[in-house]
């Protein structure tokens, strides 16, 4: 499923930590001012009073941090992708706005109307929870188990959210060309099965209040606070459950671990309970005859649970299912109650975005495509595109020379290498063929009848592709998104228009300047080709190993140094109950790989772009040289404030490391930097022992 098939530079933007309110007051409707443009490397946000071979991440980002608190709306404030995307952000409303009251095209009315129907706070107050209603009085004409795979098929096809498991259409991982249905483990409202399993206090605690988080929200829904109570106890019983049963982020990303081909009458003897041709009849899903079940033990484990449980435990869980899969988009109680726990406790937000940053981005995701065709017209010019082939040509030469010089790789690795290397495609801006959305009904008085139809919509466009050949030119994240992207099954890489803006890519700044920001960037997605994941997959994006035994071992050495290292790191400090939490340095390992690649080959095609001029990296500009005007510029990207909550919460659930370790990992194990910034052997920052994968 996509979640498994794509590798970002930043965290994919999760709803659970963007919670935002349907208060209203004057700038909850539209933005007070319009936010400033970045500064690429800006001597300001360095604290100088640090040394730099000690601490580089508080040398180049200290006073930043210092001067930069979070905002009460945001539980992270990152200098570089928390800025652009708010930016982005005003950008985008400006056209919503402006479609929403005065649409000139169809398009603009479809998303000007949507945008409007997320605003009009008062129909979502006067409709309270009817939403959720009608699925309710569907739950509750279950007569048994047997009963249940008909009713999820048909929840969703009405775009209701349903837990259980994750059912859709993706690439075959063995074969690329051939799109499969797969099955994969959900069904748990927090943010980790970790959440669930973890044996200390704290997370005790987190149990105990997502426990009475339920109550209360079956309680405004209308149950008395008795049965609130024993519903929200089910539901935490069954989650528990299938969060045992769950495989863990960092076994999933073993591409072997999420591989199982099952025919569906294999797949009916391994779940006797759960009627799947009920099921995918149901759906509405084109005839299959075998699927990628990615998850078995977690199939069997729910087969035992639907032989076991009541059907009244079943009916609390998809309540609560339904009701908390539609919280945010509810009446203020109910927005209110799920911003707390879901926010405040789990996230440590103090208090909601203002209501036009959230429609603006549910409408985003809704339509993005749409939006987006006007958006890059006025914000991503056609030069901006050929600055940028440019520098992936040139990213693309470094990392060929890396490879050939690579010390521990055998000649026919090193060519295998470097072919897939030669068969990356690269997506610059936004897509070649808009998606067509004709087909999404709009109502400009229905917020949530809108996202049930956008949901409908979405999985019958997933569904279609069964069968069907690849879609290579189709993109998987919108045109303003402070994002970018590699996908291994497509062997591409991919910069949406909303990260090709300062400071990430200046066309008035510096080479180093430039290649310390997007260059790492660009040789960051290139190099989750070739990390713990990506090197598994070979240039057609197919499972395959093309690497020899002996590499691989050399190899996979290599990746446990990073993963050692990073496991060393420390996320989350130790605080009141809750113990120190240290960087996953195996659930890590992809992102950290390409952040250490990234900055060596982005360096290496600095080298080469200063030498084509006559200049070097020991020239000077403002004081510092061309070789730290790169650093610099690299760490800023990473320059942050996030709550202690989120930092905990990440170092579960995110792939990339917090932005200190993003900067000081990568930095130790590249000796240029040392160098640089003339420091000694042995210090910090330039160890004695250090690791290199690529
Ligand atoms: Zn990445």
Redesign the pocket.
């Known amino acids: 499923m996509t979640k498994y098939l794509l590798?970002?530079?930043f965290l994919v933007a999760a709803g659970a930590i963007q919670a935002q309110s349907p208060a209203v007051s004057q700038s909850d409707t539209q933005p007070t001012s319009e936010p400033p443009a970045i500064k690429s490397f800006d001597p300001s946000a360095m604290d100088t009073s640090a040394d730099p071979c000690t601490d580089f991440y508080q040398y180049a980002c200290g006073n930043w941090v210092k001067n930069n608190p979070i905002p009460s709306d945001q539980v992270r404030w990152a200098r570089s992708f928390s800025q652009v995307a708010e930016r982005n952000r005003y950008l985008l409303w400006k056209d919503l706005d402006e479609a929403a009251k005065d649409p000139k095209t169809p398009l603009q009315k479809q998303y000007g109307d949507f945008y409007a129907a997320c605003m009009d706070t008062a129909t979502i107050e006067k409709k309270g929870i009817g939403p959720v209603k009608s699925s309710w009085a569907e739950i509750a004409r279950l007569k048994s188990a047997k009963e249940i795979p008909g009713l999820l098929a048909e929840l969703e096809n009405q775009g209701t959210p349903d837990g259980f498991f994750d059912f859709e259409v993706g690439q075959d991982e063995k074969d690329s060309s051939s799109q499969i249905a797969e099955l994969y483990q959900g069904g748990i409202s927090l943010p980790d099965r970790d959440y669930y399993l973890v044996d200390n206090k704290h997370y005790a605690d987190v149990r105990a209040e997502y426990v009475k988080h339920m109550t209360r929200m079956f309680t405004l829904a209308g149950d008395t606070p008795e049965r609130a109570a024993q519903e929200a106890a089910a539901v935490m019983e069954i989650e528990t459950a299938m969060a045992k049963a769950s495989m863990s982020r960092t076994e999933l990303r073993n591409p072997e671990n999420r591989y199982h081909i099952y025919t569906v009458a294999d797949l009916d003897k391994l779940t006797p309970g759960f009627d799947w041709t009920v099921y995918f009849t149901r759906s509405g899903i084109a005839h299959f005859d075998s699927l990628n079940v990615g998850t078995p033990d977690f199939f069997k484990a729910l087969n035992g649970m639907l032989e076991s449980e009541p059907l009244g435990t079943w009916k609390s869980y998809l309540r609560w299912q339904v009701l908390h899969g539609q919280a945010s988009d509810l009446s203020k109680p109910f927005f209110d109650e799920n911003f707390d726990f879901f926010s405040r406790t789990l996230a440590g937000q103090q208090e909601p975005q203002p209501r036009w940053k959230m429609c603006t981005r549910m409408t985003d995701e809704a339509l993005g495509e749409a939006v987006g065709q006007d958006w890059v017209k006025q914000n991503f010019p056609p030069e901006a595109k050929q600055s940028m082939d440019k520098l992936v040509a040139e990213l693309e030469k470094s990392l060929g020379d890396d490879i050939r010089t690579l010390p521990w790789m055998s000649d026919s690795t090193k060519q295998a290498a470097e072919q897939k290397l030669a068969m990356i495609r690269n997506n610059i801006g936004y897509p070649e063929k808009w998606r067509d959305y004709s087909s999404v009904k709009v109502s400009r008085t229905d917020l949530v009848g809108n996202l049930h139809h956008s949901a409908v919509y979405e999985r019958n466009y997933n569904f279609a592709k069964l069968g069907k050949p690849v879609d290579e030119k189709e993109w998987g994240m919108t045109p303003p998104t402070v994002n970018a992207y590699y996908r291994w099954a497509f062997n591409d890489i991919n910069f949406p228009a909303g990260i090709l803006q300062p400071p990430f890519f200046d066309f008035k700044a510096d080479p180093a300047v430039n290649f310390g920001g997007i260059g790492v960037v660009i040789g960051?997605?290139m190099t989750?080709g070739f990390d713990d994941q990506g090197s598994k997959f070979d240039g057609n994006g197919n499972l395959r190993e093309w690497q020899t035994p002996e590499d691989r071992k050399a190899f996979t050495e290599r990746t446990e140094c990073v993963a050692k290292e990073y496991d060393g790191f420390v996320a989350a400090p130790a605080q009141g109950d809750a113990p120190a939490q240290h960087v996953n340095g195996h659930l890590t390992l992809g992102?950290n790989t390409?952040d250490n690649g990234g900055l060596r080959i982005a360096y290496m095609a600095l080298l080469d772009a200063l030498a084509s001029e006559g200049k070097s990296v020991d020239e000077k500009i403002d004081g510092f040289t061309e070789a730290q005007r790169y650093f610099i510029s690299f760490a800023q990207v990473w320059c942050q404030n996030q709550t202690e909550q989120l930092a905990r919460q990440l170092s579960l659930v995110d792939p990339h490391s917090p932005g200190k370790w993003r900067v000081n990992g990568s930095v130790q194990n590249f000796d240029e930097f040392g160098k640089a910034f003339g420091c000694k052997k042995g210090q910090p920052m330039y160890p004695v022992n250090s690791c290199r994968v690529w």
Do not use: T
């Open positions: 590798a970002s530079v960051h997605e989750h992102e390409a």
